[in-house]
């Protein structure tokens, strides 16, 4: 099983590519105050994280014949299951495969644009279409693992190459600064839909709850969840503020969707590109296991590798691709998934569960 260290390293894998990519758009949406947005979100992102790892704590302690021991497909439909019965077992698996879904495309798009934009600096064109379809096809065989802790370092890579990427992009934009001192910057005043778009994409950024009892299940010590939820979450603000804030006050209302395509074209950006490439790759091969196990559970694949799992997993990629190649502009889809489906995965279901699940105490003592 997975320790501390390794879990948060796993989550921390999930979530930073996109945040560090997008959340600069984001603060120039919302204002200045985007920043103490961003904050908040990151503190109730981790007490729902805790909350949910209580629930799935709890469960096993009531039942340990079932739940404990063995790798068991579709954990966070588990719990609504376990608290609500069938309907929010579906419920919570329709939110999750939306939100793996979305996710998913989004990662594979910002991949394949910053392959692109790679190619265009070295004086080569190549059809984005394209770039898409071999990325799909060099991600297939690894979306065949069973579960996280079948990615041996895979979690570590994509987390230490965010971290450099993040290094460089700061230095990037500090000599673009140097070089060009006078250039003024001017911040629009946030309108509503502004704020709101803006607030989706950070609620994206933060995302990633549905992948929580999943990395849990795999730990040694799973009631260690919580400090690894927090730990996560604080990692992730160190990694996302200083990108978010110096680019919105060296850019202001000229930043786009990717912040990549703000920087100046050079070797510190094509090199920040390759590396968050690299991490999007990774993250998009953890983040859609949660999804590909509630797929399985339904269509009664065993949890083990074979065929049926190789179809299965292969087919999700290829509706990813499809819809990439359909809907080529991200920022759209991250804002809607935000808002949307991660709002609830993230905020509303962990309480509701938990609660419902603490309220149930009596019939606990009684087993």
């Known amino acids: 099983g997975l320790g501390v260290w390794s879990a948060m390293v796993f989550l921390v894998a999930e979530l930073a590519g996109s945040g560090v990519l997008a959340l600069p758009l984001a603060l120039a949406n919302i204002g200045y105050g985007g920043i103490a947005v961003m904050v908040l979100s990151a503190v109730m992102s981790a007490i729902s994280g805790t909350l949910l790892s209580k629930c799935w704590l709890v469960m096993r302690e009531r039942n340990p014949e079932k739940f404990t021991g063995g790798q068991l497909n579709s954990a966070y439909p588990t719990i609504g299951e376990y608290a609500w019965g069938k309907p929010m077992r579906y419920f919570v698996s329709a939110f999750i495969n939306l939100t793996a879904f979305g996710v998913c495309t989004v990662f594979l798009l910002m991949a394949a644009q910053n392959i692109q934009s790679l190619l265009d600096l070295a004086k080569v064109h190549f059809s984005f279409c394209f770039i898409l379809i071999i ?11 069973g579960s996280p802790k079948d990615f041996p370092g895979i979690g570590l890579c994509a987390s230490v190459a965010t971290g450099i990427a993040i290094v460089i992009i700061l230095a990037s934009m500090i000599r673009d600064k140097t070089e060009h001192p006078d250039r003024k910057v ?21 995302g990633g709850v549905g992948l929580f009892p999943t990395i ?18 604080a990692v992730l603000l160190a990694m996302y503020l200083p990108v978010s804030a110096m680019a919105f006050f060296l850019y202001g209302d000229k930043l786009t969707a990717n912040i990549l395509q703000q920087l100046p074209s050079d070797w510190l ?9 690299l991490h999007l790759l990774a993250a998009f091969i953890i983040i859609i296991n949660p999804w590909s ?3 399985e ?7 083990t590798f074979g065929w049926r799992r190789c179809l299965a997993r292969t087919l999700l990629v290829g509706v990813c691709l499809f819809t990439a190649e359909s809907v080529p502009q991200f920022g759209g889809l991250l804002d809607f998934i935000g808002g949307a489906s991660v709002t609830t995965l993230n905020f509303v279901l962990p309480c509701v569960l938990y609660l419902r699940i603490c309220s149930r105490e009596g019939d606990w003592h009684a087993q």
Do not use: H, N
């Not at 990325?135 to 693992?145: K, N, Q």
């Not at 559970?297 to 949890?303: A, F, H």
């Open 293 to 295: 196990q509630d797929v």
């Open 216 to 233: 849990q299940q795999d730990m040694q010590e799973p009631a260690k969840f919580p400090f690894v939820s927090y730990l996560s979450f």
């Open 269 to 277: 950006r094509a090199t920040a590109e390759a590396i968050l490439t």
């Open 186 to 206: 001017t911040i629009d005043t946030p309108t509503f839909e502004s704020f709101f778009l803006g607030f989706g994409a950070i609620l994206f950024s933060f």
């Open 297 to 303: 559970s339904v269509l009664k694949i065993p949890p």
């Open 135 to 145: 990325l799909a096809v060099f991600l297939v065989p690894f979306t065949w693992a």
